[in-house]
């Protein structure tokens, strides 16, 4: 077995973005050597890792070179060359999560297969090649519409309401979902290590934009009871032991008028609904990506106290060099931490940090992030 813990160890990250760079908080803790490969020069991640790699995660010669230079491989992003990790696994590199979980997850309609064959309480779903495929099945409206690849942060979802709204989709493969409807949305974190050793975090409620379909609020623990908290935590679970991942899973879930738990999707990395943990938890989300991923003991998952983070996007109508304006106000205020993530461009709805408030009472820290919210503006120079 390797030593993570010796000088000659590397640890390899697929992506610099913002969770690449609190990832490195822990690997710098445990003195771990870090890699990471990104796309953009100006990476989040690039002035403070180990070594940076400039290049594209989609090419297979750039991730196949770079797996070739590490130990252990890992990812902040799922949009990958899965091609390449296929390789370097077959070639003897531990890659965490493992390249079969990831070509599942990378695809939306493979996805949900995977949800349907294991059993996994999922909404009703249809596959198409295309758009103009999907204009010719009898629709009923409303729907959701999904890309069946590259979606993010809200991008790649739409609610289609009228055969109108289907010429604003792009030709992709994707699928339609019913519209489920819910009276909150879930996320459970799950990890675990090589050892079968499995932990879950509290269940958390997000509050999403109404336009950009984007998490504005996290609230730790979610304002449900006891009984559907276990169900939800159950649920993940199930999902977790389908998988047979190593590393985090976040399980994204509708929680029905019904009191019935249906999952959304995953994302097998760790994830905006556990940036709370980094305050409010005994082993924040990162840590336990470290943990679970070198088959360590996995790390308590309760909470100290009730977190709620907010996510600061870029002001609609701003495009270029980013400005936080009343940063200053938020800081006079107790149990308030705002994290910015060293992007240097923002546009409309781009994520460009945020803030953790933490509370005995979870009533008054979502005061504060309402106070959080409206006060600080993410615009450009």
């Known amino acids: 077995m390797k030593n993570y813990f010796s000088s000659n160890f590397k640890l390899g990250v697929l992506g610099g973005g913002q969770l690449g760079k609190m990832l490195l908080s822990e690997t710098q803790k445990l003195d771990i050597y870090t890699c990471i490969l990104d796309a953009a020069i100006d990476a989040p991640c690039a002035q403070i890792c180990n070594e940076f790699h400039h290049g594209s995660l989609m090419d297979f010669d750039t991730v196949y070179n770079f797996g070739k230079k590490v130990d252990l491989l890992t990812i902040e992003i799922e949009h990958i060359n899965i091609d390449a990790l296929l390789k370097l696994e077959e070639e003897g590199l531990a890659i965490y999560p493992q390249p079969s979980v990831l070509q599942i997850i990378q695809h939306k309609g493979t996805q949900k297969d995977f949800f349907a064959t294991h059993h996994i309480p ?36 739409k609610i289609v309401k009228t055969e109108n709204d289907l010429t604003l989709l792009p030709n992709s493969e994707c699928i339609i979902e019913e519209l489920i409807p819910f009276k909150n949305e879930l996320a459970v974190i799950v990890a675990r290590n090589k050892n079968g050793e499995t932990k879950t975090y509290p269940v958390v409620e997000m509050e999403f934009h109404p336009e950009a379909n984007q998490v504005e609020y996290v609230i730790c623990p979610a304002r449900i009871s006891e009984e559907i908290a276990l169900k939800a935590k159950n649920v993940a679970l ?49 840590e336990q990506h470290l943990r679970s991923i070198l088959n360590l003991p ?3 998952t309760d909470s100290k106290v009730a977190g709620i983070m907010v996510n ?33 461009q923002t546009r409309p709805f781009r994520k460009m940090g945020h803030v953790t408030i933490v509370n005995t009472d979870i009533n008054e820290a979502h005061k504060i992030a309402e106070f959080v919210k409206n006060t600080i503006k993410v615009i450009s120079k």
């Open 298 to 300: 996995l790390g308590k």
């Open 238 to 286: 199930k999902v977790a032991e389908a998988f047979k991942h190593i590393g985090l899973l976040a399980v994204e879930m509708f929680l029905t008028e019904d009191n019935e738990i249906l999952v959304n999707e995953v994302a097998p990395r760790t994830h905006n609904s556990g940036h709370y943990s980094i305050e409010a938890s005994y082993t924040n989300q990162f």
């Open 122 to 157: 999922t909404s009703a779903y249809k596959r198409f090649s295309s758009v103009e495929e999907l204009k010719k099945e009898k629709l009923n409206y409303p729907f959701v519409w999904k890309s069946a690849q590259f979606g993010y942060d809200g991008t790649g979802v």
């Open 312 to 344: 600061l996007v870029g002001e609609e109508g701003f495009l270029g060099d980013v400005v936080y304006e009343n940063m200053e106000e938020i800081l006079k205020m107790e149990g308030v931490t705002p994290h910015i993530y060293g992007k240097k």
